[in-house]
């Protein structure tokens, strides 16, 4: 309790913060809970160690133990991914992105990706991304139909704009991606190919979601979301000589002293991601998803693409007279976490939207399954029917509230 006496501030926003979590329903796909041990590892001691370089090649001394630990990491990684070579100093998913890209092309050279407004990532093109302002960046979209990849429609952009790499994965689609698809279309215009699987992480290391891994030339993650680690980022080839490019991109290039504190909880992440309680818990999630994406089709609710093949659905909100932003606040205001997010064509600005993005893996950590999925759809259409009706929000808060009682967040003690 040393930082309730030195810092009271921070101390009582922490523990509002674990009171908002252990509280509410969390149903934002990008977010998970880690164990207490990786919550352990990430607040260790290890945090206090500057390791600049590679194990067996760094440019401190007193870096024994630490060396041990990022070696773990790599090799669990490398064995959860079934791949030749990893690393594991990125800081975030954009970091390892960025990384990709440096061990690639030149600034200046052009790229293509999924649109933002097409489910992608700022880091795969956006104009205010780096992405955008450091490569010529140009984009694919979604199906106006379907909703959903058209790789022939694909393929035209590419062989029209030659890229230099193409990047594939998301942040908000619904369904499966082809990789050896993408595959084929970079190598007809002589592209490299990176994919982005931070979102499907968990469904592609438990053989729910085809790899990626020797398809693509670079794959990059992030180690949250699914996979249930500390906030980081990683990336892995096939390719030795790739490897060798990347880590010079991620060092020196583009970072110095890396989180050893945070690598350490990588590799206890990729331990647990190892356990066979590890692959029934992705089950899981995808049965919660279908569950709850099942009972909200039922209530009326327009999911785009008809559905969902991952952990996240997209809920078009259009024909129930409401905007993602307002939907947004008064589930909050009922207990529940999702976040806005735009839908394809959406007419609406990006800080507005006509949709929200919801997932299941957090939940699913929590030990929720289909009985609860059922009824916090029905909380969903309740509040959907009540916006603007603080008292009942209040009511579906108080019963969310009762809900997480049976619950437990991992890693937080009552």
Known sequence: ???????????????????????????????????????EATGSVLTNKYAEGYPGARYYGGCE???????????????????KFANVQPHSGSSANMAAYAALIKPGDKILGQGM??????????????SGKWFESVSYGLDPETGVLNYDEILKIAKREKPK????GYSAYPRKIDFKKFREIADSVGAYLIADIAHIA???????????IGVADIVTSTTHKTLRGPRSGI???NDEELAKKIDKAVFPMLQGGPLEHVIAAKAVAFGEDLLPEYKKYIKQVLVNMKTFAKTLQSFD?????????????LVDLRNKNLTGVDFQHALEEAGISVNKNGIPNDPNPPKVTSGIRVGTAALTTRGMGETEMKRIAELFNIVAENINNP??????????????KNFPVPGIKS
């Open 1 to 39: 309790m040393n930082l309730k006496k030195q810092d009271p501030e921070i101390f009582n926003i922490i523990e509002s913060e674990k009171k908002r979590q252990v509280e509410g329903l969390e149903m934002i796909a990008s977010e998970n809970y880690v164990s207490e041990a990786v919550l």
């Open 65 to 83: 133990f630490i060396d041990q630990a990022e070696s773990l990491a790599i090799t669990r990684l490398k064995k959860l991914f079934k791949c």
């Open 117 to 130: 407004d097409s489910g992608g990532h700022l880091t795969h093109g956006a104009k205010v991304s780096f």
């Open 165 to 168: 790499v193409i990047m594939c």
């Open 202 to 212: 968990g469904l592609v290391a438990t053989g729910y979601h085809e790899s990626p």
């Open 235 to 237: 990336i892995m080839t």
């Open 301 to 313: 609710f327009d999911l785009v693409t008809g559905g969902t093949e991952n952990h996240l659905i």
């Open 391 to 404: 008292k009942v929000l209040a009511k579906v808060k108080k019963e969310v509230k009762q809900m997480t």
